[in-house]
């Protein structure tokens, strides 16, 4: 069987921040290992894939309308976000210029040292089943990654007990329960859920919660 070749995210020690790539023919055909990030323009969070990262900015494939001058904050590593401007716009591919350096080493020790960093996350709400062996529940999500889920659940479960948690729109997902802290559990994903299939099941769940006002 023939080799795809491998597209993954590319960091540069650079102080500019990425500039436009030329667009493959679309009879190539390539196994990509993007980064996912989490991106925040207004009011809305959602993720995407980084494809380069420089001291001076990234480039990113956005799964929502971005244009130049809008203000947004990306999420590289869990819970550090980097505030920036969109420089440039190409299809579904946007430069953003970051407003400070981009500490390209620390996130390269971050990814190959240690333990391995925790997938960008969403909030979201609504109720998603769970169940474990026989026993099933309602409980109500609080936010997803590709990689899992965090309920809140006054039901007590072990660590490492297996669970299949079912959303609306996805079906059930098999996972095992990570940790559990004062009402609320993590599950673990078995699979990580295909990114596009995520990013429009959290677009539809917030758009189906009332707006607040």
Same mark, same amino acid.
């Given at each position: 069987?023939e080799?795809? =070749?491998?597209?993954?995210?590319v960091?540069? +020690?650079?102080?500019? =921040?990425p500039?436009?790539?030329g667009?493959?023919?679309?009879? %190539?055909?390539?196994?990509?290992l993007?980064r996912?990030?989490?991106? *925040?323009v207004g009011?809305?969070?959602?993720?995407? +894939?980084? &494809?380069?990262?420089?001291?001076?900015?990234? @480039?990113i @494939?956005?799964?929502?309308?971005? %244009?130049?001058?809008?203000r947004?904050?990306?999420?590289?590593? $869990?819970?550090?976000p !980097?505030?920036? *401007?969109?420089?440039w716009?190409?299809?579904?591919e946007a430069?953003?210029v970051?407003?400070?350096?981009?500490?390209v080493? #620390?996130?390269?020790?971050?990814?190959? &040292?240690?333990t391995?960093p @925790?997938?960008p996350? !969403?909030a979201?709400e609504?109720?998603?089943?769970? @169940?474990?062996?026989?026993?099933?529940?309602?409980?109500?999500a609080? #936010?997803?990654?590709?990689?899992g889920i965090?309920?809140?659940c006054?039901v007590?479960l072990?660590?490492?007990?297996?669970?299949?948690?079912?959303? =609306? #729109? +996805?079906g059930?997902?098999?996972g *095992?329960?990570?940790? $559990?802290?004062?009402?609320?559990?993590?599950?673990?994903?078995?699979?990580?859920? =295909?990114?596009? &299939?995520?990013?429009?099941?959290?677009?539809s769940?917030?758009?189906r919660?009332?707006?607040?006002?």
């Open positions: 069987m080799q795809q =070749p491998i597209d993954t995210t960091y540069s +020690l650079s102080d500019h =921040p500039s436009p790539a667009e493959r023919r679309e009879t %190539e055909r390539y196994l990509t993007f996912v990030g989490a991106i *925040t009011e809305n969070h959602e993720l995407c +894939l980084i &494809k380069n990262v420089s001291g001076g900015g990234m @480039r @494939r956005a799964y929502c309308a971005l %244009e130049i001058g809008a947004v904050a990306i999420e590289l590593k $869990c819970g550090v !980097v505030a920036g *401007t969109v420089g716009v190409e299809g579904n430069g953003i970051s407003d400070e350096p981009i500490d080493v #620390d996130i390269l020790n971050t990814s190959m &040292k240690g391995k @925790r997938m996350r !969403v979201v609504g109720m998603v089943g769970l @169940r474990e062996g026989a026993q099933h529940w309602r409980v109500a609080c #936010d997803i990654s590709q990689g965090k309920l809140r006054d007590e072990a660590e490492a007990s297996e669970v299949v948690v079912t959303l =609306p #729109d +996805l059930p997902i098999h *095992t329960i990570c940790w $559990c802290d004062g009402g609320h559990i993590g599950v673990s994903f078995n699979t990580p859920l =295909p990114l596009e &299939k995520l990013v429009l099941w959290i677009r769940r917030h758009e919660t009332p707006k607040a006002g």
